[in-house]
């Protein structure tokens, strides 16, 4: 594969929870799979608070975001690239009226010297039981 369409998998970013790289270059632009608050080699979920059979109790929203920009950074420097060169970002959350105001105050703090274009969707639910999850792109 050429240095243009590029595969790259972060060692600090959690394991995928499928058959995808945490990210792959086409040219000079980085995309990055759904990112979400997971944590590397560790099973609980930060902020996450599961009944014995994996249903979400509670969450901490703002626990979430942290790990996720966390994680989208791990990945950024892994893969060649940095937050600053983020340049569009499509937000997913499982209940926007909750936790849309705890992320946008949280999201502006994290991106206030870096203006990306950004969408925010409100989903049914995720892969795990998380609340967040971002999906990115980025120059390189």
């Known amino acids: ?23 792959r270059r086409v040219g000079n632009l980085l995309f990055l799979s759904g990112v979400g608050p997971r944590e590397r080699g560790k099973k609980e ?8 059979n994996g249903n979400i109790i509670e969450y901490d929203i703002e ?15 892994d893969s060649g690239s940095k937050w600053e060169n ?3 970002v499509t937000v997913f959350l499982t ?9 946008n105050k949280l999201y502006s703090d994290y991106f206030k010297d870096n203006l990306p274009c950004r969408t925010t969707l409100e989903i049914n639910s995720l892969p795990t039981p998380i609340a967040i999850e971002l999906k990115v792109i980025a120059t390189i």
Not at 1 to 23: C, D, F, I, T
Not at 95 to 103: A, L, Q, R, T, V
Request: proline share 9%; charged share 20%; with cysteine.
């Open 45 to 52: 979920i930060p902020g996450v608070t599961l009944d014995e």
């Open 95 to 103: 209940n926007m009226k909750k936790d849309f105001p705890i992320f």
């Open 1 to 23: 594969m050429s240095e243009e369409q590029a595969k790259y998998n972060s060692n600090r970013a959690p394991e995928p929870v499928g058959l995808y790289p945490h990210s």
């Open 86 to 88: 983020i340049i569009d």
């Open 63 to 77: 626990t979430q975001c942290h790990s996720v920009f966390n994680n989208v950074r791990y990945i950024l420097e």
